[in-house]
């Protein structure tokens, strides 16, 4: 923080005892984090890798809108799923093969394996259905198969 902020000292001095209050937290890789990202891409792109390590890093979704999604687009893979199929259920084997499993047979061995996530939430059952109800925003959800695998959900 010292070599790479513009703060003074003081205000370095208090973001390192906060982040010894609670580490957990990461206050101080926060914090140098969205300068770094800042300095290098400048200030509109913070939101979006905010955003961005949210989802891959396993955090809660709530609070996030399809705006904020939306920003992931170009980032991740994007697919489109008309809302009729939703309504009905979309069984998750049949989801994961269409968004990243290779076939049904490699999306059940994610899923008994303990590697398929919806809106990072993780799936067991090979039955499971997808709903409406699994929106993490208005109109998308995540698909993540292991700690590297997303796809982005859009129902149109």
């Known amino acids: 923080m010292r070599t790479f902020s513009l703060r003074s000292l003081d205000e370095i001095n208090e973001l390192c005892h906060e982040h010894d209050r609670d580490r957990s937290r990461r206050t101080a890789q926060r914090e140098l984090a969205q ?12 939101s979006r890798v905010e955003v961005a390590s949210r989802v891959m890093f396993g955090d809660s979704l709530d609070g996030l809108t399809d705006a904020d999604l939306g920003l992931l687009a170009g980032t991740v893979p994007t ?9 009905t259920g979309v069984g ?5 093969t269409r968004t990243i499993a290779d076939s049904k047979g490699d999306a059940r061995r994610l899923i008994t394996q303990g590697g398929a996530y919806i809106n990072n939430q ?4 090979v039955g499971h259905q997808v709903t409406l109800a699994h929106l993490a925003t208005e109109t998308m959800l995540i698909v993540r198969g292991g700690k ?3 796809c982005l ?3 149109t």
């Open 35 to 46: 300068t770094m990202t800042s300095w290098i891409h400048g200030d509109a792109i913070v």
């Open 79 to 87: 697919v489109d799923v008309p809302r009729s199929e939703l309504v």
């Open 92 to 96: 998750i084997v049949d989801l994961l």
């Open 122 to 125: 993780r799936v067991t059952e």
């Open 148 to 150: 590297k695998d997303y």
């Open 153 to 155: 959900v859009r129902v």
